[in-house]
């Protein structure tokens, strides 16, 4: 018999302002189910808020399947406080009981647009297989533990509280600059909660998102920055247009004076067999890691470690993608140290610019970080490494 976990309960607060009037008095209803870890060491004044996709709970980042560390815990041992919310609508916000997503009637299988439609097929709308029960070869979903991750999907109530409600309540308890995290359908709840809170939120983190931003969201957005990841068997999970639309938000972002970027893990980073629940996949610390480095650019530390962005240099490297050598079109850059790293930020090599030039002979082929410490602060530029790599 395979048992069901449903949380790993760290610490849980709710979200909401729901009364309903009963014979026996009044009671809160609809109150979204808050969980949140405060990090030992706390050394930001930041947090990250986790929105899950639709119809999927905060589960997807508190543990995984296979029980490794979620992102919630990786975030914590980073130095943040990292609050993740629930929909109002869910049934354990008040009666603390998760039904089977073999509901919605004992002994019949779920009906396709019914609550637990997501199971008609999704095996392939998710990039776990071809099929239920037929994995990719090459798949990073722990497959082996699906019945664990379908066991904590949860069963929705008839509540039409506002999960957006809910997000911004978050926000303002929170007293700090906010980084929200939002997971597919989940990403349009974030956005409209960002430029409710665009005082508070610093930027979006969005993992495979449907519904990212659009014209109609600026200026409420402008300053504020973007990052989106994406996964593998983008085409055969219909995902194409999804992509196209969160690069073109990227622009967006950009110019309004965000910094913005869209990571694809196959095209940047050469890793293949992710799926759309890349918090969960058997790689998701890789993943954690490229979205905790890309943070590092928006806060002060020590070494070469990414400060603010300095606005007064300005420069180029070409030729991008490269080969083995790129060349820099500012001749002040001469002299400066610079670190070449993994998306992840591992660093390969150490060295400094001389005649414009720089090295990436022994480096890996992908997506590479070049950084620049200049002045006291750090500037980070992105190359694509198409040579011959180790």
Not at 224 to 245: C, E, P, V
Request: proline share 5%; aromatic share 12%; glycine share 8%.
């Amino acid at each position: 018999m395979i048992e069901r976990i449903i949380f790993l309960i760290i610490s849980l607060l709710f979200a909401g302002n729901g009364v309903s009037q009963h014979t026996y008095g009044s009671f809160y209803t609809h109150d979204a189910f808050i969980n949140y870890i405060l990090s030992k060491n706390r050394i930001k004044n930041e947090v990250i808020v986790m929105v899950p996709g639709a119809n999927l709970s905060t589960y997807l980042y508190v543990t995984t399947p296979d029980g490794r560390k979620g992102w919630a815990d990786l975030f914590a041992d980073k130095g943040y406080d990292v609050y993740m919310v629930n929909d109002p609508r869910y049934d354990f916000a008040t009666g603390g009981f998760v039904k089977p997503y073999t509901v919605p009637a004992d002994g019949k299988k779920a009906t396709p647009g019914s609550q637990q439609g997501w199971q008609n097929d999704i095996w392939s709308r998710w990039g776990f297989g071809s099929s239920q029960g037929n994995p990719y070869p090459n798949a990073l979903f722990p497959t082996d533990s699906f019945e664990l991750f379908a066991r904590n999907y949860p069963y929705l109530g008839t509540s039409n509280e506002s999960y957006t409600d809910a997000i911004q309540a978050v926000i303002d308890s929170t007293k700090s600059d906010v980084w929200l995290l939002a997971h597919s359908a989940g990403s349009s709840r974030a956005v409209t909660a960002a430029r409710q809170k665009k005082d508070q939120v610093k930027g979006l983190i969005l993992i495979e998102p449907a519904g990212p931003p659009d014209t109609g969201d600026f200026p409420d957005l402008n300053g504020l920055h973007m990052l989106g990841m994406y996964g593998d068997y983008i085409t055969s999970r219909n995902q194409t247009s999804r992509k196209l639309a969160t690069e073109a938000a990227a622009v967006l972002f950009q110019k309004a004076g965000g910094v913005a970027d869209v990571v694809s893990l196959p095209e940047d980073s050469l890793v293949f067999g992710n799926s759309h629940i890349l918090m969960q996949d058997l790689n998701s610390e890789y993943v954690f890691n490229i979205i905790e480095h890309w943070l590092r650019q928006f806060s002060i530390s020590t070494g070469l470690v990414e400060k603010k962005l300095d606005k007064k240099i300005i420069f180029n490297l070409y030729p991008n993608p490269a080969d083995d050598v790129v060349w820099i079109d500012n001749t002040s850059m001469n002299g400066l140290e610079y670190e070449i790293c993994t998306t992840d930020g591992r660093i390969l090599k150490e060295s400094l610019v001389l005649n414009q030039k720089i090295d990436l002979s022994g480096t890996p082929n992908g997506l590479l970080l070049v950084k620049f410490k200049y002045r006291e602060q750090i500037i980070m530029k992105k190359i694509i490494k198409k040579g011959i790599g180790r």
